[in-house]
């Protein structure tokens, strides 16, 4: 199939998969690489290297991902791109794996450009729609949706279609420094999501246990679920034990309470 | 917790919002961010409190339309809880200031709870044993993720959407002011920061290149480092990175930081 049939049909993929999960499901699961990479590599005809690759970006992007409306890069559209150059010039996944945030920060930019632009006029308007007529409100919603997500579609159908052959051809002609450098930036770049990660999640009280579960992979060679198997045990054990503290405290304050005596609320963390 | 018999229309109602409360991203906008989702949910509810086309049914809409933002799970939770406040109100025993007080105030709290919960344990987790199978081809990875961090949302709210509708607003006296919920992020903390530090060990690499010529064989630098501590390049660049994010650093300028650090390393030859 030419180029632009199999464009066609990763933009469809992308757009039915982002129109479930953005609009009717909002787990914010099926947009994430991992799934969708496989599904455009299936797709595509080439199913294993969308899996293996689904892996790879789901590293990349952990932790670049919408927090409140704001993310650095589209990990979704950046994932289509990445498989599709992987497969189409069927040069290896590194490579793909490398120009994957590059093209999730520029695709990003596009969204940040229209998507204000088209959803921020729309909010009076909705009010308006809310309070006049209610019983149409629904299906409004969904067509609205239905044709504003065709926009992201359209740019990713024509990025494939006229962009990721052309994009390997000058790739090919710069210096060999530059693609191994991408290289060298893929492995590090797995790390800007885990620092983003981790600097959500830190507090100097539990921080050591980064490094538990660093030394169960580094020395141990344990895999992924025994590791949440051993976290969560271990996340169990001290909430029951802080939680026996809560309850005591509490039920002092209450006996306080009772006997009529002004107990201030303690700060316990 | 004492459960409460719903009647066929509560469960009808309770179904209806459930299935709406899924569409929380739905034309989000940064004015009013998830308001869209947050009317659509409670439509089947007020329809069954107020009349259509009166007054009050309008007021109700309207008051729907505020701005609302929190994670998609707890929505249902607000929304619930906001059903049975509609509901209190049409009976004259609320009125309309607690009900935009209690949903502004539980936006906040809930957004940061179950951000810790589901995006920063859950998802860290599911994402975690769904890379490792599908390193090795195995599309059953991508299942687990779904099953582990996107079906399981599903339940989630609509066990907080009856929670929030059968309790009202005792239950948020008891469980923000407990303190319980600090702990619960502290501890959903702890499961995340090991996955995290798993997957760090497991994935984050600096692959420099350099030998050093010792005249009696050639020696590896990154053997070297890897034999004081494995890994330990990759755990450096990690937290160097943590301390610029703490310092304000966007992602998008650690991400254009490693790309020249990169390119000039490859150009010298250290990569």
């Known amino acids: ?21 953005n609009g009717f499901l909002s787990w914010q699961c099926l947009t ?53 150059y992987t497969i189409l010039n069927n040069t290896g996944i590194e490579d793909g794996i490398a120009l994957s945030l590059p093209i999730g920060t520029v695709m990003n930019g596009f969204g940040q450009f229209w998507q204000p632009l088209v959803y921020s006029p729309m909010a009076a308007v909705w009010e308006k729609e809310a309070v006049n007529s209610p019983n149409t409100f629904f299906i409004k919603n969904v067509c609205f949706y239905a044709i504003a997500n065709l926009l992201n579609s359209v ?3 024509v990025a494939i279609a006229f962009g990721v052959v052309g994009l390997n051809a000058f790739l090919d002609k710069l210096p060999p420094f530059i693609m191994r450098g991408l290289g060298a930036a893929s492995s590090m770049m797995i790390g800007v999501g885990f620092a983003i990660l981790t600097s959500m999640v830190w507090d100097n009280e539990i921080g050591i246990w980064f490094f538990v579960g660093y030394v169960l992979v580094a020395y141990a060679h344990l895999n992924t679920v025994a590791i949440a198997l051993i976290g969560a045990a271990i996340a169990i054990t001290l909430f029951f034990s802080h939680k026996r503290v809560i309850d005591a405290k509490n039920e002092l304050l209450a006996a306080g309470v009772k006997a009529g005596a002004e107990t201030g609320e303690e700060d316990f963390f | 917790m004492a459960k409460k018999e719903f009647t066929a229309q509560e469960n009808s109602v309770l179904k209806q919002m459930w299935l709406r409360s899924h569409m929380t991203f739905i034309n989000f906008s940064m004015t009013k961010m998830e308001a869209n989702c947050f009317t659509m949910t409670l439509m089947p509810a007020l329809k069954t409190i107020y009349e259509a086309d009166s007054p009050e049914m309008k007021d109700a809409l309207q008051r729907s339309q505020s701005f609302f933002n929190t994670h998609a799970v707890p929505l249902a939770f607000i929304a619930g809880l906001t059903y049975a406040m509609e509901k209190d109100h049409a009976e004259g025993k609320v009125d309309t200031t607690t009900i935009e007080n209690i949903k502004a105030a539980l936006m906040g709290p809930t957004a940061g709870m179950f951000d810790s919960l589901f995006f920063n344990c859950l998802r860290v ?3 975690g044993i769904a890379i490792g199978l599908n390193r090795q081809g195995n599309f059953l990875g991508s299942v687990i993720f779904i099953l582990l961090y996107g079906v399981t949302q599903s339940i989630a709210k609509y066990l907080l959407l009856t929670a929030g509708y059968s309790l009202g607003t005792t239950f948020i006296d008891q469980v923000f002011n407990s303190g319980l919920i600090q702990v619960l992020t502290k501890c959903a903390g702890v499961l995340g920061l090991m996955m995290v530090g798993a997957m760090t060990a497991q994935m984050v690499g600096v692959p420099i290149a350099l030998t050093i010529n010792t005249g009696a064989g050639e020696v590896v630098i990154a053997d070297v480092i890897n034999s004081i501590f494995p890994g330990l390049l990759g755990v450096i660049l990690l937290f160097v990175m943590v301390n610029l994010i703490k310092k304000g650093w966007r992602p998008t300028q650690l991400i254009g930081m490693i790309f020249i650090f990169a390119l000039v390393g490859a150009l010298i030859g250290l990569f």
């Open chain 1, 1 to 21: 199939m030419s180029t632009v049939g199999l464009a066609f049909k990763v933009a469809l993929v992308y757009y039915l998969v982002t129109l479930c999960d």
């Open chain 1, 32 to 84: 994430r690489p991992i799934v969708i990479a496989p599904l455009t590599g299936l797709v595509l005809g080439d199913f294993h290297t969308g899996i293996v690759m689904g892996a790879e970006l789901e590293a990349v992007f952990m932790g670049i991902s919408a927090i409140g409306g704001s993310q650095a890069a589209d990990a979704t559209l950046a994932s289509c791109i990445a498989v599709a």
């Open chain 1, 155 to 157: 740019v990713l159908f």
């Open chain 2, 125 to 127: 987790i599911a994402a």
